[in-house]
């Protein structure tokens, strides 16, 4: 297919057009970045970033908020990044979808992404999918991150609104200011309410931002049994409203996150496409002494 | 304090020189590659990579290998780095040393370092704080990661020997297949041998391995009580062993990642520089629809 009717058919909200827009993504910077071109300026869709440690039922949270705002005639567009997995992760991430209660519903479109060590492709392309479905249409977007760690923190920069999801039992203040978690939050929420020590952590949390300039609010939720999924649509409601109102900043600092991630993401792309064989020629040169690592990868990006 | 002061206190074995020199890599890349300028290669030192999932105990084996490599004389760096915690890391790795029985003996050196954000400094001085304590005379450096994820991993690709951390019950063949830890380790490591399901882990990792090319040893060890500790250490200098007695593969390997996160580090930290404003005054013309953000990311790094 042409770039002009793969850009045609994703604007007429065609899912194979799409999906191959996505793929195109992930495989082809050059490429995707042409087909972007065709698609207009971004800033229709609401991008939630979901994000926090592993098993703290990400997941099973992202299905309530499909259903929610799904149950609005909101189209939703999915997408599960996992940055530190770079070989196997793709699997664990297939098996998220096949569970999905929402696969065949075709106003939901779903896609995992896993990255493929360090050339940055990931970064890259995150921005560009996220861009892909704002062009097809899509009224939400739930970006949601598997791992943990920088790259999870970089990703979801890229997102209007941030949930950090914590769950009670993990170490609790520790798994916040971990991985500056308290940093990108717009809103904290406790799942598996159920658990003991769920209501301490609330009041850790909201301890933890007292005295500093924000106070984020933090909602105890169960993605299993439903219990504060309301109240947490109407905490991301009430950014996505003056989202939908055309507030700039929101707009802007998506646009600057998209920006950034694009830029680290190229830089490492151009590094990777240069450096194993060189990298090796250059090594032996360090270890004999002929010059030094700083030099050697001055010369590597070069 | 001159460069050439500095450099020649840290070749001296003197602490505070060294102690001096790490500032310099965190908080000074120029300063610190001129003083690296002044080392010589490196390759001395045999550096252990230990990553893994947070909780696994990584800090107590790190303390118990200590141990076990003073016993023999030798003198001991260790570097505790935190990739995803680009702001209160340093905190918990603080606590994390005050806890050290070691940090008493001279012939220990442990030293700490958290990310500060996405400059990618950490990868570039991380790879010199290796370097330096190679310098200063240690004989063995432990470098332990505390998150996980992609840059855990490319953290301890500098290492001449990986080892991956890993314990019973935390969703066994996941935390292995996932972030790639398959790939990346010379020595697998179940701890807290004393837990139920130790033993059909293990198994479970062999047999992960069946049908690959590789088969490192998988071993159980109780850092708690010291179980299999010897084990583990015997492992650990058959890789030594060849890497005294010359082994310019080991060297290569080690020098290459330096080399890769040196540059990778380098070229996030020329984005950092540039980008806030920058990046400001280029979001506002994408969404103005001047110009793409592909055009704007090029732009930020050019």
Not at 20 to 25: P, R
Not at 47 to 58: C, H, L, N, S
Not at 113 to 118: E, H, K, Q, T
Request: neutral net charge; proline residues 3%; without cysteine.
């Amino acid at each position: 297919m042409q770039v002009k009717e793969l850009a045609s058919g994703i604007k007429k909200g065609n899912r194979i057009a799409l999906a191959k827009g996505i793929t195109l993504a992930e495989n082809d910077a050059v490429g995707a970045s042409k087909l972007l071109a065709q698609m207009g300026p971004p800033g229709k869709a609401f991008v939630v970033g979901i994000t926090g440690p592993p098993g703290t039922g990400k997941s099973s949270l992202v299905d309530r908020l499909i259903e929610a705002y799904r149950r609005d005639g909101l189209r939703v567009g999915v997408i599960a990044v996992d940055p530190s997995s770079p070989i196997t992760g793709g699997a664990l991430l297939g098996d998220r979808i096949r569970m999905s209660e929402h696969a065949g519903d075709m106003n939901v479109f779903i896609r995992s992404m896993a990255s493929r060590g360090w050339s940055g492709g990931l970064s890259r392309a995150t921005s560009q999918v996220i861009r892909l479905m704002d062009a097809a249409g899509y009224d939400l977007i739930l970006l949601e991150t598997v791992g943990i760690g920088q790259a999870d923190i970089e990703v979801v920069g890229v997102s209007h609104a941030v949930l950090v999801i914590l769950m009670p039992g993990l170490g609790d203040d520790i798994q916040v200011s971990k991985a500056g978690l308290m940093e990108i939050g717009d809103i904290y929420v406790v799942n598996k309410s159920d658990l003991e020590g769920a209501d301490v952590m609330v009041v850790n949390l909201l301890s933890l931002f007292r005295g500093s300039s924000r106070s984020p609010p933090v909602l105890k939720v169960s993605a299993l049994s439903g219990e504060g999924i309301d109240k947490l649509r109407d905490a991301i409601d009430r950014i996505r409203r003056s989202f939908v109102a055309g507030d700039d900043d929101l707009r802007l600092k998506s646009v600057r996150g998209m920006i950034m991630e694009t830029a680290r993401g190229a830089a490492m792309e151009r590094l990777a496409v240069v450096s194993e064989s060189k990298a090796e020629v250059l090594a032996r040169q360090v270890l004999a002494g002929k010059t030094t690592i700083e030099a050697a990868a001055a010369r590597l990006s070069a």
